[in-house]
């Protein structure tokens, strides 16, 4: 079946360690996107890519980076975390306009 | 600037009833496509209904329609026959024809009781 999948669905890491959150979508969709989702629910968009090797920043200024070497795949890396960096990952992808497809999300406590 | 505004942070509804969230939006643009999302408690954001604004008639899937008033700019979502499962966050968005960015509002917690 079709869809996006986010690994790890929940993580707590300590302070300046590395991680990689994963994003990976079988619809073969072009576009996909990285949300930051805050307590109080509200959705940011911090990074989006509309190809492969095609990477942008979001809206919301982010110490994340993103790569996009092959269109299923759209990790979300941070070098050193910190406990600012707690929050709700979602990755999203769409083919045409209008149509996005959440993953279930990765929620992120940094300690 | 683009804003997508849910001026009901929390709202309730017996189950049978009926429930209505609203969301206004500002663009410049005339084109562009309206949805509203559901995230149930840990899970998914899922798509429950889409409008394009060139078309005047009102979206409809299942129990859920929208009332899309352009001139006002305001997409209301109506849910009929509310159900123990509609229990979740529901965001407005939208996204203008020239940009593939969905621009989201800040959500209503919705809580259907039995």
């Known amino acids: 079946e079709a869809d996006i999948y986010q690994t790890p669905r929940y993580l707590v890491i300590g302070t300046g360690k590395k991680i990689t959150l994963e994003c990976s979508q079988t619809?073969?969709?072009?576009?996909m996107y990285w949300y930051q989702q805050d307590p109080g629910m509200e959705l940011h968009l911090i990074h989006y890519?509309?190809?492969?090797?095609?990477?942008e920043k979001g809206d919301l200024s982010s110490e994340s980076t993103v790569s996009r070497i092959r269109t299923e795949h759209f990790p979300l890396t941070l070098e050193s975390a910190r406990p600012s960096h707690t929050s709700q990952y979602l990755c999203?992808?769409?083919?045409?306009?209008?149509?996005?497809?959440f993953g279930s999300g990765t929620r992120l406590t940094v300690v | 600037a683009q804003t997508v505004t849910q001026s009901q942070p929390e709202m309730s509804v017996q189950e049978a009833e009926t429930v209505t969230l609203s969301c206004t939006y500002d663009?410049?643009?005339?084109?562009?496509?309206l949805f509203w999302y559901k995230q149930p408690p840990s899970r998914q954001m899922i798509l429950v209904i889409r409008?394009?604004?060139?078309?005047?008639q009102n979206a409809t899937e299942n129990r859920f329609s929208v009332n899309f008033q352009k001139a006002a700019k305001s997409f209301s979502l109506k849910i009929s026959d509310s159900q123990l499962g509609d229990t979740a966050m529901y965001f407005c968005?939208?996204?203008?024809?020239?940009?593939?960015?969905?621009?989201f509002g800040t959500g209503t917690r919705l809580q259907v009781f039995p």
């Open positions: 663009t410049s643009e005339n084109n562009y496509y």
């Open positions: 409008q394009e604004a060139y078309k005047q």
């Open positions: 890519s509309y190809g492969v090797n095609s990477t």
């Open positions: 619809m073969g969709h072009d576009k």
């Open positions: 968005a939208f996204i203008p024809y020239n940009t593939d960015k969905l621009i």
């Open positions: 999203a992808s769409s083919l045409v306009t209008g149509g996005y497809t």
